[in-house]
């Protein structure tokens, strides 16, 4: 009599494990599970899994669990080294612990114990494949491959046991197979242990094939299982349930003796370990998301294994309501269509139920008239999902994750799956609360949230936040409890530690600025003074320039939140005057790529003492006259780049401190003869190259006609070697800009508004205004403005006014 047949029986006393072999994450698999539960009623059920989770095994049962979740598993004394065991709610595992806690029967985990598991994945050779789990150790190595029928190895070549079994039965998609045989078959009917004897079979003889495929871990693995059935078959007197992955059950039937088992499990290394539940998601669920016991399509199996009946009508009719929340024409009609194309398709395919690949075909053809694009859409919010799981606040957590928690229920910034953006406006207090939040959590490397450019306001008020919570960042909160018990804590000590260890001036104004962000006023004095006695060391311009803008945005950010940002400004203050005593010696003899980087600093600094200059503080006095006597040195000596000489003359033109007719002349003297046409260029490159360029070219045509000009006088064989230069230029410029350069050039510089333009006009433009043109947009610019009536020509002046 087998194991299946004794325990059918009754389970009585001596009787064979009965030995549940299943798919991870298979809603099959989970329904068999369920049914030979209920039919063999065994007084213990044991599970492939971590048995340090056993004390964990009684919150599945608690209201507030819902799955997805993992059973995490991190070393006491290195949080980074852990592990993921996720379930869902149509994976075997998690249907045979609920069954237990609802028929008040124990249950255990008997795989090899975590403590050995995360020690000995660690090595930078190591293969790590522990039972459906993720790791996060060291060596990012990844588990959940030995124990899933998915994936198995024979000397050291891994194999697809599903693959095996559908080509040898002539099906070339694995999924396809698994879902005609399993998911569409109704197995469990009737005989609830025939599906289990079919797969014990199917796996024994691929096993006899392919053996444990040359992995010790799998042999010490099996043995770890054995030893815990052979302790419940004494404990109970029989009457026990093993579920556990299918191709582990041909080992688990073999007789073995216990001192040999013993002997594989001895002596292994161990860690120190914690375990709890965290949430997880389904996309994590997917093969796609890296996971090695992960399935294609989590949400569709998600689907089957909750729909009491007509699954496919179901399912085609989630599909509609997304496409219509999304503002897609789809109606009934086209949920009637698509159920009837998909069960033909299933028909002509000789399959027993239309699976996920007829039904996103109809879907394709019906509600998406054949586009990808909504399809993608489908695939993304359905077939994978973007369900998120939570866990029960009693569940075990280190007292960080118990701080996090409570600021993000008091912040009402709930952790999800879905990416979302958060827009902040720091005037009020809740979202100053979740700024702070977001910048410390960055600060302890839990990237919850990534700063985004803002779609409105781009005032130092405001702030957007791209969101999304990805469950490896709870062993990210793990691993930063080491620095508190508290979230501003933490962020504190580790962001002094950071200061103390940094490289480079700009890592060190870096986390000034982030500190301010963060509202740190305890980290804030020790970054200072590092930041200060770096600053007072280094003599390298280029290192003092990429400081010198984060610390003058940290000034505005410490405007709009309040801080005191004495120190930091006469620190900035210090910064730039060594930046103007050392940047033209700097800026002397410098090849090519060092030019091209020192206009980048150089365009840096001009933002930031812009800035700088704007900051009430006496201190800053006087900045910008003299950062414009730096610009002027640079634009005259000819041992300076053409680049940065280039940029210079721009940047004082833009300011107002260069006249267009002196821009000109120092323009018209570099682009004579006697200049090397790659020197012309890269003067060129530095003047127009950037925001704004284009349209200086195309209001100021005296500009236009000596870059023409000098153009169509390069040599033919100086020509090619300056083109890469100008198509950089050129090329960043708005499509709209490029085209009225060519209109212009077309025709010739000067001659555009001819019959308008006189001796008093400006380059580019007529003698005066065209009032019938700026009329035109006078009711947009009393729409912005907030005004109730529709301006009037005689309301011009008044608008005008306002605007400026």
Not at 511 to 537: K, N, Q, S
Not at 767 to 783: F, N
């Amino acid at each position: 009599m087998t194991g299946v047949e004794d325990a059918a029986g009754g389970g009585r006393s001596g009787a064979e494990p009965l030995l549940l072999g299943v798919r991870h994450h298979g809603p099959g698999s989970a329904r068999a599970v369920r049914a030979a539960l209920d039919a063999a009623r065994p007084r213990v059920v044991l599970i492939e899994g971590p048995p340090e989770a056993d004390a964990l095994i009684e919150l599945a049962g608690d209201e507030e669990m819902r799955p997805p979740v993992a059973l995490l598993a991190h070393a006491v004394d290195e949080p980074g080294r852990s592990a993921f065991w996720p379930l869902a709610e149509f994976s075997p595992e998690w249907v045979a612990i609920r069954w237990a806690l609802e028929h008040d029967v124990p249950a255990r985990f008997i795989d090899l114990p975590a403590t050995h598991t995360l020690v000995w994945g660690s090595g930078p050779e190591a293969e790590s494949d522990a039972p459906a789990a993720h790791t996060d150790t060291e060596a990012d190595t990844e588990t959940g491959a030995g124990d899933d029928p998915d994936a198995e190895a024979r000397e050291g070549v891994r194999i697809d046991p599903i693959g095996v079994l559908a080509e040898a039965a002539g099906y070339d998609d694995a999924e396809r197979w698994w879902e005609d045989v399993v998911e569409h078959r109704g197995l469990g009917a009737g005989d609830a242990f025939a599906p289990f004897t079919v797969v014990e079979e199917a796996m024994g003889a691929l096993r006899e094939v392919y053996g444990s495929g040359g992995h010790d871990r799998d042999l010490v693995r099996e043995a770890c299982m054995r030893l815990q059935m052979r302790t419940a078959q004494r404990e109970f007197e029989g009457g026990v349930a093993v579920v556990c992955g299918a191709w582990h059950v041909p080992a688990l039937r073999q007789r073995s003796t216990v001192a040999g088992d013993r002997a594989l499990v001895k002596g292994l290394p161990k860690v120190k370990v914690d375990m709890t539940w965290v949430p997880w998601t389904n996309r994590r669920l997917a093969r796609a998301g890296g996971y090695g016991a992960g399935i294609d399509s989590p949400g569709w199996y998600g689907h089957l294994f909750a729909a009491p009946d007509r699954p496919v009508e179901r399912w085609m009719t989630k599909v509609a309501g997304l496409l219509r929340d999304e503002d897609r024409g789809v109606s009934s009609a086209h949920v009637i269509e698509a159920v009837r194309l998909a069960e033909t398709l299933a028909a002509m395919r000789g399959r027993p139920l239309a699976g996920l690949g007829e039904t996103t075909d109809a879907v394709r053809a019906v509600m998406c008239e054949g586009s990808d694009v909504p399809l993608a859409l489908v695939h993304d919010r359905l077939v994978v999902g973007d369900v998120m799981g939570e866990v029960p606040e009693a569940a075990p957590a280190v007292p960080l994750q118990r701080d996090l928690a409570r600021l993000q229920k008091r912040l009402r910034l709930k952790p999800e799956a879905l990416e979302r953006e958060l827009e902040l406006d720091l005037r009020k207090e809740t979202d100053a609360g979740r700024s702070r939040l977001l910048h410390r959590l960055r600060l302890l490397g839990v990237t919850w949230g990534e700063p985004a450019t803002s779609r409105g306001s781009t005032g130092t008020f405001r702030e957007t936040w791209r969101l999304r919570w990805e469950p490896e960042l709870s062993v990210r909160v793990a691993e930063a409890g080491v620095w508190g018990t508290t979230v501003r804590a933490a962020a504190t000590a580790k962001t002094e530690t950071d200061a103390t260890t940094a490289q480079g001036l700009a890592e060190v104004t870096g986390l000034a600025e982030r500190c301010l962000l963060a509202e740190l006023p305890d980290a804030l004095p020790v970054v200072m003074r590092i930041l200060a006695d770096r600053a007072a060391l280094d003599t390298d311009v280029g290192h003092l320039a990429q400081a010198l803008p984060a610390l003058v945005r940290s000034l505005r950010y410490g405007d709009v939140r309040g801080t005191d940002t004495g120190a930091l400004a006469e620190v900035a203050a210090g910064l730039a005057e060594r930046i103007f005593v050392g940047l033209p010696p700097a800026c002397a003899a410098l090849d090519m790529d060092a030019a091209e980087e020192m206009r980048r600093h150089l365009d840096a600094v001009h933002t930031a003492v812009g800035l700088l200059g704007e900051v009430p503080a006496a201190v800053h006095a006087g900045l910008r006259g003299r950062w414009h006597a730096v610009l002027r040195v640079l634009c005259a000596r000819d041992t300076v780049p053409g680049v940065i000489r280039g940029r210079a003359v721009r940047l004082l033109l833009d300011d107002g401190e260069l006249a267009q007719d002196e821009a000109a002349r120092l323009m018209g003297l570099v682009l004579s003869r006697g200049t090397p046409p790659g020197d012309a260029a890269a003067w060129i490159e530095g003047f127009v190259g950037g925001g704004g360029g284009g349209m200086l070219l195309v209001h100021d045509e005296r500009l236009l006609e000596l870059v023409d000009g000098w153009l169509t006088g390069v040599p033919a064989e100086a020509f090619t070697d300056v083109l890469p230069l100008l198509r950089r230029t050129f090329s960043a410029y708005e499509p709209g800009v490029r085209r009225t350069l060519g209109e212009l050039v077309r025709r010739g510089p000067g001659r555009r508004g001819s019959a308008e333009a006189g001796a008093g006009a400006a380059p580019g433009f007529g003698t005066g205004l065209d009032a019938e043109r700026a009329d035109a947009v006078l009711p947009v610019v009393r729409l912005l403005l907030g005004l109730d009536e529709v301006a009037g020509p005689e309301d011009g002046a008044a608008l005008v006014g306002v605007a400026s």
